[in-house]
Nanobody, 128 residues
Framework: QVSLVESGGGLVQAGDSLRLSCAAS????????VAWFRQVSGEEREFVAA????????YYSDSVEGRFSISRDNAENTVYLQMNSLKHEDPAVYYC?????????????????????WGHGTRVPVSS
């Protein structure tokens, strides 16, 4: 398993862009699929995006498709979430997560219980 630490959160408003980072520690980072989830207080954790270990295959929730982009730099053990054209429903705590080593299909990659390693989250609150 890998240990994950998110960073890059900050105040946003509608139309803003923000890039989140997920830094991993542990061996063989390039053997892990990595995903981003988000959670609003009082609600269930929601799938946002995922990327295969090669970085070629990506998955997005319908709510962020076309606005967010997930990428990874395996040499730096880091996964990024570029968030553009932010909407009022996007502010949340964002978490990165990793399952057991390997690649996953469309169904499993979106399930929170697929993942066994979680960061502690980075906050993306809305500014007024």
């Amino acid at each position: 398993q890998v240990s994950l630490v998110e960073s890059g959160g900050g105040l946003v408003q509608a139309g803003d862009s923000l890039r989140l980072s997920c830094a991993a520690s542990g061996r063989a980072f390039d053997d892990y699929t990595v995903a981003w989830f988000r959670q609003v207080s009082g609600e269930e954790r929601e799938f946002v995006a995922a990327i295969s270990r090669s970085g070629i295959r990506t998955y997005y929730s319908d709510s962020v498709e076309g606005r967010f982009s997930i990428s990874r730099d395996n040499a730096e053990n880091t996964v990024y979430l570029q968030m553009n054209s932010l909407k009022h429903e996007d502010p949340a705590v964002y978490y990165c997560a990793a399952p057991l080593r390997g690649d996953y299909g469309l169904v499993d990659v979106q399930r929170s219980d697929t993942y066994v390693s979680w960061g502690h989250g980075t906050r993306v609150p809305v500014s007024s």
